[in-house]
C-alpha cells in the first residue's frame, strides 16, 4: 500500500476528499488544492454547499487569505464540495474534520457526527484508502471507535485493505491557515508506514515539523495540550478573583510575574469558549477510563464555566451602586462570538451571561460585527443602556471613544470583561466601572 500511495502522493495524483468543511475542514481543503491535489469537499449544509461551490467563504470575522484562496481554487477546478458520499469511492485519501462534542451533562464524547461521517465513508471506502482523523478525539477513540466502524461498514481489514491515520487540527479562528502552514503537527498511525505516508501529505501544506508516532499519542497530545490551556486559564481567572477580592489589579501582577523566566500567566477573562477548549479535557478525562480519578482538570473546568456569573455579579455590584436592579435595566452587551475578531460563537461565554440576564428580568441588547442577526450598528444597539458589557475583544470595541459612549448611554456603566479600557480613563470619563481582576 505505502509504496503506490507514496507515489500518488508524490505526483499529486492522489485524489482527496475532505469530510467536513468548517473551520478545520475548509482550509485544509483548500491548502491542499492549492498545493496541486483534486480536492472533493462534503458538507450535509446545501446552502453552505453551493456558496462554497460559488467561490464565496462561508465563515465571516477577519481570515487572512481564506476568501481569496478559496475563491481561486473553485475557478481553478481543484476544489469542489457536495453532500454526496459516493465521492469517497474515487478517493485514496480520506480526512475526516467533523465536530466531536461532549454532552453538557454527562461530560461524556458526543460522535454522534463522526459516527454517522464513519459509516458514510466506509459504505463508500475503496481498498488503499488513507484515512485521516483531524478530529480532536478522546484518547483510544481511533482504536474503539474509528476503526470498527470502518471495518464493518465497508467489510474491509485494517493495515491489510486500508489505512488509518489521526493528525489532530492545531487551528484557530482568526488564524486558520497560518495555522496550519505554520504549527508543527503529530502524525499517528496504525502502523510506522502509515504514520510516514501522512507525513508526506502533509508536507504539501505544513513548513512546521510533523512527528511521526503512533495513534494513542496523537490522540493525548491534542487533548492534553488543550486541557494545558484551560487549566492555565484557570489559573488566571482564580487569580483574577482573588485580587478583586484583596484589591489589586491582576493585569500589573500578571505583567510583573511574567517579567520572570519562564513564567507565563495567561490572560483572565470572562469565559473559556470555542469548539476546543471547554471540551477537550473531558475527552482527555474519558479517554483515561474509570481507573483514574481526574480532580485538577474537573476545577478548572468548573472555575472557567464559572466566569460569565462572575460578569454578572460585576453587572449587579455597578448597577446598584447607580441604583438600579438587574431587572428593568437595559444591559448591551458588546460581543456574541467567544474570540475577537471572528463569527466563532460556538461556546461563546456569551451565552449564559445572556440567559441568566433575561432570566432576572433584563432588557438584553447585543452587538457582534461578525455575528448575523447582531452586527446592526454599534451606536443604536447602546442608545438608552443603562450598562454596557463587553464580553469580546473586536477592535472595533478597542476603538471606541468612551466620551462618545457615554452620551449614548441612560446611565454610565460599563463592565468589561476583555480588559480593554484603562479604569482610570474610564473613572475620567464619568463611567461606573468594573473589570474582571479589578473592581
Known sequence: MESELAKAIHNRTARIVVIGLGYVGLPVACMFAKAGFQVVGIRRDNEKIAQINRGICPIEGKEPGLPGLLAEVIR??????????????????????????????????????????????????????????????????????????LEEASGLKLNEDFYLANCPERVMPGKLLANIENCSRVVGGMSPETAQAAVELYRYIVKADLDPTDCLTAELVKTVEN?????????????????????????????????????????????????????????????????????????????????????????????????????????????????????????????????????????????????????????????????????????????????????????PVLIDGRNLFSMRKAQEAGFIYKGVGHV
Open 76 to 149: 481553478e477546478g481543484r476544489l469542489k464540495a457536495t453532500t454526496d458520499y459516493a465521492e469517497c469511492r474515487r478517493a485514496q485519501i480520506a480526512l475526516i474534520a467533523v465536530e466531536t462534542p461532549v454532552d453538557k451533562t454527562t461530560k461524556r464524547p458526543g460522535y454522534e457526527a463522526l459516527r454517522a461521517t464513519l459509516q458514510g465513508l466506509g459504505q463508500n471506502l475503496q481498498p488503499g484508502t488513507l484515512v485521516i482523523v483531524e478530529s480532536t478525539i478522546a484518547p483510544r477513540t481511533m482504536e474503539t471507535v474509528v476503526k470498527p466502524i
Open 227 to 411: 486541557t494545558y490551556r484551560d487549566v492555565q486559564i484557570a489559573f488566571a481567572n482564580e487569580v483574577a478573583l482573588l485580587c478583586e477580592s484583596v484589591g489589586a489589579d491582576v493585569w500589573k501582577v500578571r505583567q510583573l510575574v511574567n517579567k520572570s523566566p519562564q513564567r507565563d500567566m495567561h490572560l483572565p477573562g470572562p469565559g473559556v469558549g470555542g469548539h476546543c477548549i471547554p471540551k477537550d479535557p473531558w475527552l482527555l478525562v474519558h479517554g483515561a477510563g474509570d481507573g483514574f480519578e481526574a480532580k485538577l482538570i474537573p476545577t478548572a473546568r468548573a472555575i472557567n464555566d464559572s466566569m460569565p456569573f462572575h460578569v454578572l455579579e460585576l453587572v449587579e455590584r455597578a448597577l446598584r451602586e447607580a441604583g438600579r436592579e438587574v431587572r428593568g435595566a437595559r444591559i448591551a452587551v458588546l460581543g456574541y462570538a467567544y474570540k475577537e475578531n471572528t463569527d466563532d460563537t460556538r461556546n461563546s461565554p456569551a451565552i449564559p451571561l445572556l440567559k441568566r440576564l433575561e432570566e432576572l428580568g433584563a432588557e438584553v441588547a447585543v452587538h457582534d460585527p461578525y455575528v448575523r442577526g447582531y452586527n446592526d450598528e454599534l451606536e443604536e444597539v447602546v442608545t438608552g443602556s443603562d450598562c454596557v458589557v463587553v464580553m469580546a475583544a473586536h477592535d472595533q470595541y478597542r476603538e471606541l471613544d468612551l466620551e462618545n459612549l457615554k452620551t449614548r448611554l441612560r446611565m
